[in-house]
């Protein structure tokens, strides 16, 4: 290959040089990131239980890495109407985003990759002569907007609005808190990603969103109005910001990966709605297919390319397909919650259509004692 340059120092543009560098240690690899180095938005992600197993079968070494940093649980929380429901065996951890970039920036370096922070690309053509580059650029990525007709690119967006906050105070598992106010109805996703940190995303539909006034309330105004609407679960705790506005989730799909020498990988390909955590694990996922493909075709990149593609794109399907569920539950969840507390949290978890009551009984056994003992029985 010789010459690699990835755009992005994201989860995917750092665990790509890495894994590239390790395996190709004559090749120059070179990453190009806009933040400097230890910037980064948002505070912890989650990963399910299984979403570990796929980068423990590839690379063991980073998944223990990373695993060791990681908080971890086994039940969901709802709570609705003040009440919560317990949703046993649904596994998932947590690590700060900001630490699982500073452990890839160092695997990275330690395997010799060139890093370049503080280093915002304007135009493709600024990159000069690569024979490869991977535009691990995330969800405005610059290389797919430039050609977004050879990718085939397609975007919309949510009308619902999200905000991503950290605070202090500490959840003992991923709970969703869902609240009735004065201004409408609220959702907050929140989970612990370090013993003293939790991140808290606050969701709410069009309507209510407005009806709060945060159309026009500045970010301090905005991130106390916020900590009002939560005042019960923050338990006097402060939200923090850090680059916290409201933003409307974008639906990223391309119809072709690759084009000339460019290969898209991640948020700049796909996104998956936050309310699955799937995104950073599909980034990791689109690495090793990407690397799989480019090692089995190592004289030809088209053919990498199509590899990369027809191997990938049915897994990357079925996880859209599902995000794409979860978020529809979502949209609707102001409707949701005039059902009774145990209701409510039986629709949520059935919300991507994937789990009936058998598997569900044996997944959350204690959940659905409780349901069950609640459902009318059918007429004799
Ligand atoms: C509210 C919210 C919550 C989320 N929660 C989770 C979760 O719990 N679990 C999970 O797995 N995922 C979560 N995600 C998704 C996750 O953040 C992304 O899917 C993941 O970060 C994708 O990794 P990436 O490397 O493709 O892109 P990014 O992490 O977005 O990285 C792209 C990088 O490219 C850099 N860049 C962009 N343009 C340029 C340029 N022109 N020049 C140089 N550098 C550039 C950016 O600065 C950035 O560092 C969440 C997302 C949101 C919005």
């Not at 493709?124 to 405005?140: M, Q």
């Not at 020498?261 to 694990?281: C, E, F, P, Q, W």
């Not at 990149?301 to 794409?324: C, S």
Request: charged content about 25%.
């Amino acid at each position: 290959m010789k010459r690699v340059a990835i755009i992005g120092g994201g989860p995917g543009g750092l665990y790509f040089a890495y894994l590239w560098k390790t395996r190709h240690p004559a090749d120059t690899v070179r990453v190009f990131e806009q933040n400097p180095e230890g910037a980064t938005f948002g505070f912890g992600v989650v990963f399910s239980a299984r979403a570990m197993d796929f980068l423990r079968a590839d690379d063991p070494q980073t998944a223990d890495l990373i695993a060791a940093r990681m908080e971890t649980w086994s039940d969901i929380t709802l709570v609705h109407q003040g009440e919560s429901i317990a949703l046993d065996g649904v596994g998932f951890s947590a690590i700060s985003r900001l630490d699982l970039i500073i452990l890839l920036t160092e695997r990275a370096r330690a395997a010799g990759v060139e890093l370049s922070f503080g280093a915002a690309l304007h135009s493709v053509a600024e990159l000069g002569e690569y024979d490869l580059i991977v535009a691990a650029d995330g969800v405005n990525s610059l290389v797919r907007r430039s050609f977004e007709g050879d990718f085939q690119t397609s975007l919309s967006y949510l009308d619902e609005k999200f905000a991503w906050f950290g605070t202090t105070k500490r959840f003992e598992t991923l709970t969703q808190t869902f609240v009735e106010t004065e201004f409408g109805t609220f959702n907050a996703h929140h989970y612990r990603y370090s013993p003293t940190m939790s991140t808290f995303i606050v969701e709410c539909d069009r309507a209510s969103w407005q009806k709060a006034g945060f159309d026009h309330l500045g970010p301090d105004e905005m991130k106390a109005r916020c900590e009002r609407i939560f005042a019960e679960t923050l338990d006097g705790h402060p939200l923090v910001a850090n680059k916290s506005s409201w933003r409307n989730f974008p639906w990223i799909w391309n119809g072709r990966w690759s084009y000339r020498n460019m290969v898209l990988i991640g948020d700049a390909l796909h996104t998956a709605h936050y309310s699955i955590g799937s995104g950073t694990r599909l980034a990791l996922e689109d690495v090793l297919a990407l690397v799989k493909a480019l090692e089995a075709h190592p004289d030809d990149l088209r053919d990498a390319f199509q590899r990369y593609q027809a191997e990938r794109q049915p897994v990357v399907e079925k996880l859209v397909r599902a995000a794409r569920e979860s978020a529809a539950w979502y949209a609707d969840f102001p409707k949701h919650m005039r059902l009774s507390p145990i209701d409510f949290a039986y629709s949520y978890i059935t919300r991507a259509g994937r789990i009936d009551d058998e598997r569900l009984r044996s997944m959350s056994p204690r959940f659905m004692q409780r349901y069950d003992a609640q459902r009318p029985r059918p007429a004799a």
